[in-house]
């Protein structure tokens, strides 16, 4: 019991702070416990009652939280306090060979948020990334829905399809869409030379603004949909077969059927899914940042692969607007996230009860 | 369209009698005069068509990008976007991208990144998912928070402060400092689809191991983590795949040629600098194949794993 109290109370400590304060709270509150002894015998029998009972839960789950309060938390809460601050490649410490160079950046207060918030350039970004993030899941949604439909049924050679559907999944997504970058390639790839073949002219995959972005979306639905299609597959395994049955007794069209039986039935699912792949495509940088770059001139640039350029590719690297990019990113993340929730629970949804 | 037809026709006589063939006649009367007539599960000859079609097309699309990939490795630079499927075909490129290059290494060092960070992640949550699942303890609902929040994290948030912390104690370049950055991708993760795996296993197992005398941990080491094993697979096999094709941290905090893992090697070979397709393909090929086959071992548990981990959030 003695040697598993310190943990657990890191434990207790992580775990009820709020997960932005992270390491701080925790702190707050491991500092009395291990003592012990302080007076005021409240907290303390609280806490020597709750050890009684969860100190094994407290156990198991230590490990995660201090893992992720030093590897998550300290980090989050250092590129909080970055984005306070003017910080850039030339006052950051930094190494030259054998000499430390401390940091010199100074705190600056909220201008960094004024200067993101104030500009156009982030609103500019976040408009293109919210109809990238609904073009993308929408399109991959409707394409896994129907592919999964097709592929729940007696057709001959289901495992073959299935296997060939989901192949893009099984391949690194770096590594496809260096294959696309291949076929959209402007001079002599493969889709133009079939555009051309058929009497169309070439388009300019990769290097006009508009196709680019369509390019970037194709590529980004091909990559998803195989996700989509094994989610929804289960999903759709999961129905009984008997409200088919009963349906078709009732004389249901196919489309009622699969309007009041299919669409409900894969609703939990799909609205996980459809929450995970959102928050996945928001956040996609693979696909932008290899495929184009970012470019023609930023235009397929979204918010992630914006935030990169400013701490990786620009000059002088810009620690801290990076830093408040990617604030930003993590709170309209949230409140997506929370809307969504709060968006299904009215509608009757209990899954989301805890 | 007309020998689609035909077949019906044979098939609808069968039950329907001997006034259907008239109606079969046309492929739109088939259908829908055979409707009433077939089973309940079959299809018309026409819906079959048309789902072969579908899936035709789907599986097309998927195959093709990557089946270009394989076509254009065994071609010579001059080649590499010939339309022809093949071009002088040759091993000359996997053996420029094996023998010249450092492919070898970066295979190496994401090899030893991903192996390291995959088998960390589980083994430190699979304790948390096993407590999650069966436990409500104070700090339950935050931590479980915690882990989402933490899984929605845009690298971009992270991203800058870990280069300065890497920076500041000489991990850049390191692959101990990629696997503590993964680690904050896996870790939560893993907790979290570890959770939903543990809730499909009945409580009554762990009932049955307190009514014998089992401690908490006894019961989590002997009887449910047995059983869990399956979903301890998908777990690594997912953090793996992750963590093997994760781009933006390995681009930004892995310079220098040795210290790259796959996802930086690639960008090599297409870049401002240089176009060498032919290279990139070989080497694109090379890290494919040994994905492709870890993921087609692994996806017979990937639909009962999804699902499990979907349903259960």
Request: proline share 6%; charged share 10%; aromatic share 12%.
């Amino acid at each position: 019991m003695a040697d598993v109290s310190g943990p657990s109370k890191a434990a207790a400590g992580g775990g009820t702070a709020a997960p932005a304060a992270g390491l701080p709270a925790e702190r707050k509150e491991t500092g009395p416990a291990p003592t012990g002894s302080r007076p005021g015998p409240g907290p303390v029998t609280r806490l020597r009652r709750g050890l009684a009972t969860h100190w094994y839960a407290w156990v198991m789950v230590a490990p995660v939280v201090t893992v992720i309060g030093v590897i998550v938390g300290w980090p989050l809460v250092r590129g909080l306090y970055l984005t306070f601050t003017d910080a850039d490649e030339s006052n950051v410490e930094r190494r030259i060979g054998v000499n430390t160079i401390d940091a010199s950046y100074e705190f600056v207060g909220l201008q960094n948020y004024v200067d993101v918030l104030t500009g156009g350039h982030f609103w500019d970004k976040l408009v293109w990334t919210v109809v990238w993030t609904v073009s993308c899941v929408v399109i991959t949604f409707v394409i896994g829905l129907t592919l999964a439909n097709m592929l729940n049924r007696k057709v001959r050679g289901r495992s073959l399809y299935r296997i060939a559907l989901i192949l893009p999944w099984a391949i690194p997504a770096f590594v496809s869409v260096f294959a696309w970058r291949m076929l959209y390639n402007e001079r002599s790839g493969i889709l133009n030379a079939a555009l051309e073949g058929g009497g169309l002219s070439a388009m300019s995959w990769l290097t006009d603004p508009f196709w680019a972005k369509v390019s970037v979306i194709a590529v980004n639905v091909w990559l998803g949909v195989p996700f989509m299609l094994i989610a929804m597959l289960g999903a759709l395994q999961s129905i009984p077969a008997e409200q088919y049955e009963a349906a078709e007794m009732d004389g249901a069209t196919a489309w009622q059927r699969f309007w009041n039986i299919t669409l409900p039935g894969v609703r939990s699912v799909s609205a996980t899914v459809v929450l995970l792949s959102s928050i996945w495509t928001f956040n996609m940088f693979p696909v932008i940042f290899l495929l184009t770059g970012g470019g023609p001139v930023g235009s397929t640039d979204i918010l992630v692969t914006e935030a990169f350029k400013l701490a990786f590719q620009r000059s002088p690297r810009d620690f801290a607007g990076s830093a408040t990019w990617g604030v930003l990113i993590l709170i309209l993340l949230i409140l997506f996230a929370l809307v969504y929730r709060r968006a299904l629970r009215q509608q009757g949804d209990k899954e989301g009860a805890w | 369209m007309a020998t689609q037809s035909t077949v019906p026709a044979d098939r609808t006589t069968g039950p329907a009698g001997s006034a259907a063939p008239a109606v079969a006649a046309g492929p739109a009367g088939g259908v829908s005069g055979g409707k009433r007539q077939r089973r309940r599960g079959e299809r018309g000859p026409l819906a079959s068509f048309g789902l072969h079609l579908g899936l035709l097309a789907g599986a097309f699309v998927a195959l093709f990008p990557p089946f270009w990939l394989l076509v254009t490795s065994f071609k010579p630079r001059s080649e590499s976007f010939s339309l022809s499927l093949t071009a002088d075909f040759s091993f000359d490129n996997y053996q420029y991208v094996i023998n010249e290059t450092a492919f070898l290494t970066w295979f190496g060092n994401s090899l030893l990144i991903v192996v390291v960070t995959t088998f960390l992640a589980v083994f430190i949550s699979s304790t948390t998912g096993y407590a999650l699942s069966r436990f409500r303890f104070p700090g339950m609902r935050s931590l479980m928070w915690t882990l989402l929040i933490t899984q929605m994290f845009p690298m971009a948030v992270l991203i800058v402060p870990l280069y300065n912390l890497m920076s500041r104690y000489g991990l850049l370049n390191q692959p101990v400092g990629l696997i503590v950055t993964y680690l904050t991708i896996a870790v939560p993760f893993c907790a979290w689809m570890m959770k939903g795996f543990f809730d499909t296993i009945p409580v009554s197992i762990d009932e049955s191991g307190r009514v014998d005398g089992l401690s908490p941990f006894g019961t989590y080491w002997r009887l449910v983590l047995p059983l869990a094993k399956p979903g301890i697979a998908v777990t690594a096999f997912y953090s793996f795949v992750t963590a093997w094709a994760e781009v933006a941290y390995a681009t930004a905090f892995l310079t220098g040629e040795q210290n790259l893992t796959l996802a930086g090697g690639l960008q090599t070979f297409v870049n401002q600098h240089t176009q060498d397709w032919h290279h990139m393909t070989a080497a694109a090929v090379l890290i494919a194949v040994p994905a492709a086959l870890v993921f087609g071992y692994a996806q017979r548990h990937l639909q009962a794993g999804l699902t499990a981990g979907a349903t259960k959030s």
